[in-house]
């Protein structure tokens, strides 16, 4: 089938979990202990920047394929091209994160208080580009920029498969998309790099690494190659994507497998240097994670390196579903976790210090205090089930809107230049029929 159909049946299911996720994050936000609800504010921030970032890097990866003149990813461009349109509903999913910000409805950044660009040196020498008014255009217009990328490829591959006419036409929608894609490289490259910063890195206003664009980005890379993994499986037992086999499904596995080494090689050396430098504004991110957070910061080892390097470790593992399946589970929720850990750490304790100065006391000394013995939280300390919650409701959200630029088109683009490729593409020593198709669900 070259037709995708949103049934009535699996709308109703995501809608549920849609549901669900805003029930938890409302619940989140009326039943927080933590001052300033910041318990709501950071599970916001952190969905709405991870899958934000999925659709971002899925562009990314587009972009880098089409760059590239590869041509294995063909049969399967539409599942890229419909999670990186999901960068026009972020927009508005970042707007309440602005308004607040403007209103000071949140404090999920200290940088935001006017009294600490006052008082504290480091975060002043920082505002030129720790600001509101940084944040606001840079969510707005970069992200803007990112989706009008998104678009502009999507059009041209539509237009492709309406209007294309191959060599007669020189393959001229093809040759567009190319040049799209070369421009949009350095600009996320760049772009995203700055943005991370501001969404992400800026909660621990003191701390900084010139690696944490990179180890996001990587993050990224591989929750959205897990989507892909478990969007392909599920599809093709539903019937689509036939000309997909085991040869795109290792290629897929391979790329899961290898950026979760380089992940691993951004988490040590970020890790390494910092140890071995010892300077105290940053050794602070981690020291605050290895006396409140250890259970957490130990297991983001083992679920985004160790355990999918041992799955994935064996050649067959990645033409198989069920290793596979299971790797792809594991790496999306535990880059999930990844993200966790970034943000709920240095906002709990912004928002400890914001309460105790509101309250008249000496903000600056709680929080230091509270940095070597924060009480255990459901929330921080570990994800509860509200951010269980959450997260499904974000995932299905995304889901539902996939499905929906899914059901607008054909799911093989006819007229790509690449097409033939991709349908008898093979990896050696494997034949291109898939090597026994039918047993790798078994």
């Known amino acids: 089938m ?40 950071t599970n916001y921030l952190h969905n709405t920047v991870f899958f934000t970032g999925i659709a971002g890097i899925s562009m990314f990866i587009l972009s880098a394929f089409t760059t590239a003149w590869a041509g294995w990813h063909t049969g399967m461009k539409r599942v890229w091209e419909a999670f990186s349109l999901f960068l026009i509903p972020a927009l508005i999913l970042f707007l309440p994160i602005i308004i607040g910000l403007w209103g000071h409805w949140h404090h999920l950044y200290h940088w935001a208080d006017p009294h600490a660009v006052e008082t504290d040196t480091i975060i002043k020498g920082k505002s030129s580009f720790l600001n509101k008014y940084w944040f606001t255009f840079g969510t707005l217009i970069i992200v803007g920029g990112w989706a009008y990328f998104a678009h502009k490829n999507r059009g041209f591959s539509l237009a492709e498969d309406e209007n294309g006419q191959g060599i007669s036409d020189n393959f001229w929608h093809h040759r567009k998309m190319r040049i799209y894609a070369a421009i949009f490289l350095p600009i996320f490259g760049f772009t995203s790099a700055a943005m991370i910063w501001q969404w992400v890195m800026s909660v621990d206003a003191h701390w ?14 591989i929750a959205a190659m897990a989507i892909t993994i478990l969007m392909m499986m599920y599809l093709k037992g539903r019937g689509y994507f036939e000309h997909v086999t085991e040869n795109h499904l290792h290629d897929l596995g391979k790329y899961l497998f290898a950026i979760s080494i380089f992940w691993t090689y951004m988490w040590f050396s970020q890790y390494m240097l910092i140890w071995y430098a ?45 290793p596979m399946a299971i790797a792809a589970i594991l790496t999306l929720f535990g880059h999930w976790l990844d993200f966790f850990l970034m943000i709920k750490p240095g906002a709990r304790l912004t928002a400890i210090e914001a309460a105790a100065e509101h309250a008249g006391g000496h903000g600056g000394e709680a929080a230091e205090a509270s940095h070597q013995f924060l009480n255990f939280a459901f929330g921080f ?17 995304f889901v539902y809107f996939v499905f929906k630029q899914l059901e607008k088109a054909a799911l093989v683009p006819q007229n790509d ?11 050696w020593p494997y034949p291109e029929d898939g090597h026994g198709a039918h047993d790798a669900h078994h």
Request: net charge neutral; charged share 15%; hydrophobic share 45%.
């Open 2 to 41: 070259n037709q995708f159909t949103f049934e009535a049946k699996q709308k109703t299911f995501l809608l549920g979990f849609m549901i669900l996720g805003l029930l938890c994050l409302v619940v989140s936000y009326f039943a927080d202990s933590e001052p300033m609800h910041v318990r709501f504010w």
């Open 417 to 427: 230049p690449y097409l033939d490729e991709a349908m008898h593409h093979s990896v």
């Open 381 to 397: 300390t570990t994800p509860g089930l509200l951010e269980i919650g959450i997260f499904l409701g974000f995932l299905a959200g």
């Open 278 to 322: 010892n300077i105290g504004e940053e050794t602070i991110y981690f020291r605050q994670r290895l006396d409140n957070y250890r259970p957490l910061f130990f297991g983001n080892l083992i679920i985004n390196f160790v355990l999918p390097f041992f799955i994935l470790l064996r050649n067959d593992n990645k033409r198989k579903y069920g």
């Open 208 to 221: 900084y690494s010139t690696l944490f664009a990179w180890y996001s980005a990587a993050s990224w890379f």
